[in-house]
């Protein structure tokens, strides 16, 4: 496993999250718990610990870096949840599912103002900076991917510029708030960053190319789930240029009998957009990979290129 | 008007408020100004700039604070509309009964991330740190709130804690905030957050208050509202106590005809609650009060003591 060396500071850090999400309040607790065992990647914490490799690393400065940008991600995931009507996450009940829409909101809400709590204990301020300044962007990400469901004429400029708010930055933020909280020269921290958001966009697209590709098993929710929810994403794109597919994909809607959306995600795969994207993919991932060059020869550049061809060629 | 001293400086505030919330998202921006329309009595800046007249006041400074902590209110508004299923606020249509919930919670979040993005530009450290677990605090006092609605039988203690997560903690650290963002020394700054804390309290049990005694038009929505969504506040504790009241109290729900819960508003205005209730605000007001006797004696403190005693007589 690519993660191996970081294992010990990877499960401080799931220790440490999972003191986040105590609280007295019991809601909270149930709701944070579930999500936490739902797992994930933690690919956030993972580039926090790459990127601070380049400065004066030190687990309990960075390790609060670390957590805060997962807290953040989890919020972001719970208040999705709100957002897409999504009954299944990773294959579990949705915080939403199981509570209501509004404790959602609010436990959401919570942990993001946890993940400030920690945040807040790095003294550089420029990084409680790129932090706002990245949350912002993210939730008018969110408010553009409502505003643009459905939307299928839209063009690849929109497309592009969502999921870097979506998924790019704040993985980027978590190259570079490693690299400054282990007081990393600037020059450093910000090619970092460019590696970061490269590495994510790369990463987003294959994410939006596996909602037609993968398996109800892999996915943990059924094929073509983001389609149906209106998602416009980059397989869409490409596939909308056959006249006949599109006018297939422009009847798309929340209720569609699933035969109907199975037809569609055939379609969108036999057309070539998945190729299509793929290569897009891969040409972000090789822009992620040039980034590195002028970063310093030590193993956690191998470790960076490794984790981002990993995460650009994963098949689930 | 009291805050006539402070007008320029709160109209300086009032022009930064609608910069923050302009954005190129053309849904966030519409939200947003329709927020800033609907007004507000603007409490928090207000404290914030006089908190800061106890240190070395530079308004430039000051006004990131003061922003900072009115769109925390703001968003946090924008949450309470999309739980409360509130058509109305201050009489305008809510952001969510014109846009949806779901634009309403992201709309909350970006309002929030603006926020923080302002309170970054403050270089003490502290002021971060406050406000982050202050933001935890109001967050787990939402849900709370939502675990207590309908729950009749819940003691003072808890309705105490509630409103001190819902309302106190936040005017508490606009003092605060504003005294350490000029500098103010530790014990003054503290001595602000205790007053800001009393106020608040005495503030919010007013508030309660003029559910049962204000009208349509004064509240900007029919009285009893809050009673009708579940909260159960100070006047409804005190009248619980008779147990003819109590019994039709527990028969309250959301869809209750006017004509019945205004049975009840009339009940719980009959049986002393009222007068009980504006004791206990009167409590909190001469604390308050009594904390200021330990700061400089300066023009600004009889501001602080003329806002507070404002507060906690307001008929509406």
């Known amino acids: ?6 294992k ?23 709701a944070s718990e579930s ?12 580039f ?23 807290l953040i991600h989890m ?34 809400d919570y942990i993001l103002a946890t993940a400030l709590e920690y945040i807040t204990k790095v ?28 939307r299928f004429h839209q063009n690849l400029r929109c497309y592009l510029r969502r999921i870097k708010r979506k ?25 970092l960053y460019r590696f970061g958001y490269n590495v994510g966009m790369s990463y987003q697209i294959i994410d939006d190319i596996l909602d037609f590709t993968g398996t109800e098993k892999q996915l943990g929710k059924p094929a073509g789930e983001d389609l149906r929810q209106g998602n416009v994403t980059l397989p869409v794109l490409f596939a909308r240029e056959d006249p006949k597919i599109r ?14 959306l199975e037809d569609v995600v055939r379609l969108v795969k036999q057309s070539g957009a998945i190729e299509r994207s793929y290569a897009v993919s891969n040409c972000y991932l090789e822009k992620a990979l040039g980034t590195l060059e002028q970063l310093p020869d030590t193993r956690f550049k191998k470790m960076l290129a490794d984790l981002a061809r990993y995460m650009g060629k994963r098949k689930f």
Chains 1, 2 share one sequence.
Not at 48 to 53: R, T
Not at 54 to 63: A, C, L, P
Not at 80 to 106: C, F, H, Q, S
């Open 1 to 6: 496993m690519l993660y191996s060396f970081l």
């Open 8 to 30: 010990t500071d990877i499960e401080l850090i799931e220790q440490e999250l999972a003191n986040a999400v105590a609280s007295n309040a019991a809601l909270i607790q149930q």
């Open 167 to 191: 998924t790019a930055l704040l993985i980027a933020a978590s190259c570079q708030l490693g690299a400054i909280a282990s007081g990393a020269d600037e020059n450093i921290h910000r090619q």
């Open 48 to 70: 926090v610990l790459l990127g601070a490799k380049f400065g004066d690393y030190e687990i309990e400065r960075v390790k609060n870096v670390a957590v805060a940008l997962e």
């Open 123 to 150: 003294e550089d301020l420029s990084a409680h900076q790129i932090l706002a300044d990245t949350l912002v962007e993210v939730c008018v990400g969110e408010i553009e991917q409502i505003k643009d469901k459905y």
């Open 75 to 108: 919020a972001s995931l719970v208040h999705d949840d709100v957002i897409d009507d999504a009954e299944l996450r990773r294959g579990k009940p949705t915080v939403k599912a199981k509570w209501d829409n509004r404790i959602a909101m609010y436990t959401g």
């Open 247 to 260: 006018k297939k994909l422009e009847y798309v809607h929340e209720h569609m009998p699933k035969a109907e």
């Open 35 to 46: 999500l936490l065992k739902a797992g994930g990647k933690r690919i956030r914490p993972v």
